[in-house]
Structure formats: structure tokens, C-alpha cells
């Protein structure tokens, strides 16, 4: 089998653990996978994005072979294991940590651990269990049930029982998502740390850009059960291919206009529109930091509302005429712009993208 490079932009060169070509699926008249092809390397960690319903959760069913394509193969370690004569679930050296985490409650910390061991003689078995549970932090909780475990700790055990057995790769559906804000930053550092010093190869699902942001090398953005882009975060942040890839990442603030002459007017001032024909409707995207306070007479003319103190620097929330929203603009705190001031507001070429208009 010749060995194809689908993995997109951002990966390193080194074998390929985990190959999707042209992967389809279908449920009746709904398309939940449509010609999916991804490639993902050992020790890669790599998000799966995308709104609910999107084909992320069914994505991970079919890699782990609870779900069978339609059409296309899923190759693990140059082998396909999808399809007619492939290989069975159980068979695949797959780890599943699921939402909800699927602890046994009868089972103490250290025996869900030891689940997937059954074939792993005594000793050895119970070496890994310790190790894994250190590994995590939570060997003193060996003997515990897992009711009596905060949801953290139950993310950790989780996670511990699905590296145990060495899985080639480990699939994590939406893992953080039954936690509080404050437990979730937490775990989630302490989760990248043991992927990391395991060395093991992941594909998680997250419907967080923020999450995909902070713990992948590459993030694989779907929409309607199709890759829209595929690359490092920075890669999707800074050069969003389409309207949907740029707004997913952050709000935008957002100015319909027509090429003439290669640019756009704006109220911001004329801005060149490259890739843009004379006449072309065009629709001029701004992350909030690509938008400044500069001196009144500079820029879009602009009436400050309110100042907000935010530690560091000052928010200004900012009129601006022929812009149905208000804007959020952090300035330093030596600028001496208050409620009822007028600013000039300008742009950065970085965080400004033009697209087509998209319909209602």
C-alpha cells in the first residue's frame, strides 16, 4: 500500500498512524461524512472542530470501527482496517475515552484502570495500573469507587484506563465538557502534559476553538460533515481559508462593500481587496485586534460610549457611523480617551480577510 500524505499543513515528516481516504457516511438522506480524508502521525495530537452536529463524534465511530464508511478506507499503521474483511473494533488497538466517561461504579479506581488488561498476566498488569495512575496523580485513589471522585479526578482515572493498554491511538469525544471553567483549564494542561510524556498519538473531538487552540498540533475544521481546513491552529487563526474558518476562531467585526480599482471603501478608510475583481461585492472581516485607537482625524471617526478597566490595558467601547455594531477596543491606560471623547480608529493587515458576502 502506498503510503499518501493527507495530513495538511504543520505536520511533521515520520510515519503516518492513522490515514482517512475519501471517507463517507451516510444515516437515510443525511450525509454525516462526506469524502472526509485526514492523515495523522505518531505522536501527533490533533482536534477535531466544529459545531454540533457537524460529523466530529461520527468521525471518531468510524475510526474506531463502531461505525463502517460507506465509502472510502481507514488505514491504521499503513494497514486498512475499515470496510469488508477489515478489522473489528476490539481488534484495532484503539482507546475510546468517552463525554461522560463510562467509569464502571462497581469496579474500584484501580480495577476500571485494569479493565483492558485481561490478557496482561498479574504482575505486569498491575505494574501499568500503578504506573498509569501515578502518571496521572491519582495512585492514593487506587482503592476508591468512582462516586466518591470530583469530576476531575474522574477525567483523570478516564484517561488513565485508556492508555493503559498502549492503544496506537487515542480517541477523546468532547472530554472537558462536563466540567466548570475553573477545573477545566486544570485538567486540560494536566491532560496535555501526560499525552505528551506518553508519547501517545490523539484525535480529539471539541466544538471549543479555544480548547483546539491550546492542545493540538493540528486542528481539522468540519462543517456539514466535510473538512473545511486542516492545519496548526496558528495556520487556521491567521489564514482562514473561508468566511466559516475565520468567524469560528473569533467574533468579527464585519463591513459590506464593491471592489473598484482593487480596493474597498470602508469606514475605516479604502483598503486594498486583493483577489478581487472591479465590481465584486466584497465582505471585509476584523478579528477585534485588528482594529487600533490612533489619533481623532485618523482612520474611522469614532464616539467612545464607555472605558472599562481590565488591569493590564483599558476596553473602549466605540460608536463608529455606518457600523450597525459597537466595538471593543483595548488601549493602553496612559490614552486619555473617555466616555464621550472622539478616537480614530484604523486597521492591521493582520486579522483583516476578505470574502464573498455570504447569504442570509
Known amino acids: 500500500m502506498v503510503e499518501t500524505d493527507m495530513s495538511g499543513g504543520g505536520a511533521e515528516a515520520g510515519p503516518m498512524r492513522l490515514a482517512l481516504d475519501g471517507v463517507s457516511l451516510r444515516f437515510g438522506r443525511s450525509r454525516a461524512l462526506d469524502e472526509v480524508s485526514l492523515g495523522v502521525r505518531a505522536g501527533e495530537i490533533v482536534a477535531v472542530l466544529g459545531d454540533s452536529g457537524c460529523g466530529k463524534s461520527t468521525l471518531l465511530r468510524v475510526v474506531a470501527g463502531l461505525a463502517q464508511p460507506d465509502r472510502g478506507t481507514v488505514a491504521l499503521d499503513g494497514r486498512v482496517v475499515s470496510g469488508r474483511g477489515g478489522v473489528p473494533a476490539e481488534a484495532r488497538g484503539v482507546g475510546l475515552m468517552f463525554q461522560d466517561y463510562a467509569l ?105 476553538a479555544e480548547e483546539a487552540l491550546a492542545l ?40 459590506e462593500g464593491r471592489c473598484e480599482g482593487g480596493r474597498v471603501e470602508t469606514p475605516f478608510g479604502s483598503l486594498a481587496a486583493p483577489g478581487f475583481s472591479d465590481g465584486d461585492p466584497v465582505l471585509v472581516c476584523l478579528r477585534p485586534e485588528a482594529i487600533r485607537a490612533e489619533a481623532v482625524g485618523c482612520g474611522a471617526a469614532g464616539r467612545v460610549l464607555e472605558r472599562r478597566f481590565l488591569g493590564s490595558r483599558a476596553l473602549l467601547v466605540v460608536a463608529v457611523a455606518g457600523l450597525d455594531a459597537l466595538l471593543s477596543v483595548a488601549v493602553p491606560h496612559d490614552m486619555p480617551a473617555s466616555a464621550g471623547d472622539m478616537i480614530g480608529l484604523g486597521t492591521t493587515e493582520e486579522g483583516r480577510f476578505f470574502f464573498m458576502p455570504q447569504p442570509d
Not at 222 to 242: D, F
Request: charged share 25%; net charge neutral; proline share 5%.
Open 104 to 208: 464502571f461504579p462497581h469496579l474500584t479506581v484501580a480495577e476500571n484502570v485494569r479493565f483492558g488488561l485481561n490478557r496482561v498476566p498479574g504482575a505486569e498488569a498491575q505494574a501499568i495500573v500503578r504506573a498509569r495512575l501515578e502518571q496521572v496523580g491519582l495512585f492514593q485513589r487506587a482503592e476508591s469507587y468512582p462516586e466518591t471522585l470530583s469530576g476531575g479526578e474522574s477525567q483523570r482515572v478516564a484517561l488513565a484506563r485508556a492508555l493503559a493498554p498502549g492503544p496506537r491511538i487515542l480517541l477523546l469525544d468532547e472530554p472537558f465538557s462536563n466540567l466548570d471553567r475553573r477545573t477545566r483549564d486544570h485538567v486540560r494542561a494536566d491532560t496535555l502534559s501526560v499525552l505528551r510524556a506518553s508519547g501517545a498519538t490523539a484525535l480529539l473531538v471539541t466544538h471549543d
Open 216 to 255: 493540538c498540533d493540528r486542528i481539522v475544521l468540519m462543517q456539514a460533515g466535510r473538512t473545511i481546513q486542516v492545519g496548526t491552529g496558528e495556520e487556521l487563526y491567521r489564514r482562514p481559508e473561508t468566511y466559516f474558518a475565520a468567524r469560528f476562531f473569533s467574533d468579527l467585526v464585519e463591513v
